[in-house]
T-cell receptor, first 112, second 117 residues
């Protein structure tokens, strides 16, 4: 079983649609959670951190459920510029090297 | 301000050769991590260095090694290259000891694309 698993893509949606990405993680020692965005042939960039209380940044809402070891990202009113691969990322605690574990990514394509 | 810089941007090697990839972190960042990303997958953690010491190692063979210099730049070395080593190698830096915290996000370089033939 992969340590971090995401919805297989790609997601093809029209502009203005709401799209949700799901992610599960297997290591209960995971301490921090993030969503990264990676454009084609570019480096990953931090989109937002994910907190247990849920957090929102404009059109983006992230949720964390520690009991279910589940993370989600919701994008509302999607734009053409949202087209990218979205990576679910889990950070283990320092005793396990503090390393980031990336999911395989879910590709989003927003069409006019 | 310069971001994380990696060199070279592209590299073609043949099986059995060795390769050295270089990374300069953002000024003031003391932690450097290396990731391997094969096509269609997320980045896989290889190493983390903080203050010139190895702090974490991923599930990679001993052919992979790295080091961090007093100026916090880093090198990733891969010996006896295999076809499967073809990937994008990403370097990331952060301010603190932990790979990532809310206040110390990880910044990635553009990567080195290695092709092994």
């Amino acid at each position: 079983r992969k340590e971090v698993e995401q919805d297989p893509g790609p997601f093809n949606v029209p502009e203005g649609a709401t799209v949700a990405f799901n992610c599960t993680y297997s290591n209960s020692a995971s301490q921090s959670f993030f969503w990264y965005r990676q454009d084609c042939r570019k480096e990953p960039k931090l989109l937002m951190s994910v907190y247990s209380s849920g957090n929102e940044d404009g059109r983006f809402t992230a949720q964390l459920n520690r009991a279910s070891q589940y993370i989600s990202l919701l994008i509302r009113d999607s734009k053409l510029s949202d087209s990218a691969t979205y990576l679910c990322v889990v950070c283990l605690d320092y005793n396990q090297g503090g390393k980031l574990i990336f999911g395989q990514g879910t590709e989003l394509s927003v069409k006019p | 301000d310069a971001g994380v810089t990696q060199s070279p941007t592209h590299l073609i090697k043949t099986r059995g050769q060795h390769v050295t990839l270089r990374c300069s972190p953002i000024s003031g960042h003391k932690s450097v991590s290396w990731y391997q990303q094969v096509l269609g997958q997320g980045p896989q953690f290889i190493f983390q260095y903080y203050e010139k010491e190895e702090r974490g190692r991923g599930n990679f063979p001993d052919r992979f090694s790295a080091r961090q210099f007093p100026n916090y730049s880093s090198e990733l070395n891969v010996n006896a290259l295999l076809l499967g080593d073809s990937a994008l190698y990403l370097c990331a830096s952060s301010l603190g000891r932990d790979s990532q915290t809310g206040n110390s996000p990880l910044h990635f370089g553009n990567g080195t694309r290695l092709t092994v033939t």
